[in-house]
């Protein structure tokens, strides 16, 4: 039973390669308040998010791309929520002119450079991100087909302080292996630039491991068993299992006040569904006579794999359940 719900997990994986690859990779950035640090995006044809803050109004974050002539730089700017303060973009563009049109005095412009404005507007509702639930509020959006190609730089400008932005570019839908597995933690990152408190973000989390810890406890101490490493492993991998996909389905419905109910919230129901249905299926196993049984043992590395897939238990959970499975028989038992 439980190499066929996995089999048919792993089937569901692969069928969601082709719309996972809408999702943005997310950076932050940092010291990037001149042009000289200007933040380097290294590839300007794969899609990122770029989170960052400018603290007071006389702030400028810089961003800088490497483009060739035939290339596109496709920006969209977003803030927090729609009563936020809006920024601008000013998109500082090679050529030979060195026209300055309409800037903020703010704005470093190298000698050589032509300069676009591009005006931020209050955002009229929100867009919903379905693979870290989120309200996306667009304030100014950039698409152009390089015909000068060399450095180009993107400041980002607002006349209020304390403004948090994020700024998307590319249109190549990638992600490399370290960039995929390490989403979980971009994605706390990602709310705490959205100012929720750290509690809010984990306590469905640790509130969920520590009462099944309690509860399994209790179960086993009336029980008269003892039960060694491998049984803690694998109950603590299927407990936070559960807790993060109750964080993701919190997420969720608090980001549906501000969008409604979308067709793409079945992209997150099914971030939250498979979490739960492989950390009930760690639970049981782990309450399985040990030494575990070679089909065990398979069963609890495609459960530590598929979540990191999907992005279950802040890959701290994936790992313990990889862990369970590769303890040596000789010692499963030992209290």
């Known amino acids: 039973m439980f190499s066929r719900v996995l089999f048919l997990a792993l089937l569901l994986c692969l069928m969601l390669l082709t719309p996972l690859a809408g999702a943005l990779v997310p950076l932050g950035a940092g010291g990037n308040t001149h042009i000289k640090n200007a933040f380097s995006v290294d590839d300007p044809a794969k899609t990122y998010i770029i989170y960052g803050n400018l ?34 973009m000013v998109i500082l563009i090679p050529g030979i002119t060195g026209t300055i049109t309409n800037v903020s005095a703010g704005v470093e412009t190298p000698a050589g450079y032509d300069t676009l404005l591009v005006t931020g507007h209050a955002p009229a509702m929100a867009e919903y991100e379905p693979f870290t639930p989120a309200a996306i509020y667009k304030v100014a ?100 299992y559960l807790g993060g996909a109750a964080m993701t389905t919190i997420q969720m419905f608090r980001v549906f006040q501000n969008t409604g109910i979308p067709p793409a919230a079945a992209i997150t129901i099914i971030f939250a569904a498979v ?61």
């Open 141 to 240: 959006t950039y698409s152009e087909d390089v015909r000068n190609p060399g450095v180009y730089y993107v400041a980002i400008v607002s006349q209020k302080n304390g403004t948090h932005y994020s700024l998307s570019s590319g249109y190549k839908k990638e992600f490399s292996l370290i960039e995929w597995v390490l989403i979980p933690v971009s994605t706390i990152n990602t709310r705490l630039w959205e100012d929720q408190p750290v509690l809010t973000i984990l306590a469905p989390f640790f509130a969920l491991i520590i009462l099944g810890i309690i509860v399994i406890a209790r179960r086993e101490q009336r029980k008269g068993s003892r039960p060694g490493p491998v049984f803690w492993l694998a109950t603590v991998a299927g407990l936070m």
């Open 55 to 88: 603290e007071n109004a006389s702030d400028t974050a810089y961003f800088r791309y490497s483009l060739n002539t035939g290339d596109n730089l496709d920006l969209s700017l977003m803030v927090v929520g729609p009563q936020d303060p809006v920024p601008n």
């Open 275 to 335: 979490p739960v249905m492989l950390g009930i299926f760690t639970l049981r196993l782990a309450r399985r006579p040990v030494p575990y049984s070679f089909r065990d043992r398979i069963s609890l590395l495609l459960i530590g794999m598929l979540g990191l897939v999907f992005w279950a238990g802040l890959i701290i959970g994936p790992v313990c359940a990889l862990i369970s499975a590769l303890v040596p028989a000789r010692i499963q038992d030992t209290p």
